[in-house]
């Protein structure tokens, strides 16, 4: 069976950084996409960013130039780096594969 584990989350001061990690198993993950959402409080989940399984990127326009989305297909991990880091970051984070979501991970940026 799929799982999908996040990491990294936690509280950081505007401006700073955190990287979160998605670990996948159970499955055959080098030939889909896979993506991070996220869903601020009171707001509709959003795509934030996705990685192909040739490697191609592609982010919301708020977070492009500050996050970077990359996957290191030997260890079945999917990161997030985020930069720059701003209030409105603020939420909680999710990987995704297919249909198969993980628990979310929590991010919490202090101005």
């Known amino acids: 069976q799929v799982q999908l584990v996040e990491s990294g989350g936690g509280l950081v001061q505007a401006g700073g950084s955190l990287r979160l990690s998605c670990a996948a198993s159970g499955g055959r993950f080098t030939i889909n996409n896979f993506y991070w959402y996220r869903q601020a409080p009171g707001k509709q989940r959003e795509l934030v960013a996705t990685?192909?399984?040739?490697?191609?990127?592609n982010y919301t326009d708020s977070v492009k130039g500050r996050f970077t989305i990359s996957r290191d297909i030997v260890k079945n991990t999917v990161y997030l780096q985020m930069n720059s880091l701003k209030p409105e970051d603020t939420a909680v984070y999710y990987c995704?594969?297919?249909?198969?979501w993980g628990q979310g991970t929590q991010v919490t940026v202090s101005s």
């Open positions: 990685i192909s399984n040739s490697g191609r990127t």
């Open positions: 995704s594969f297919l249909t198969y």
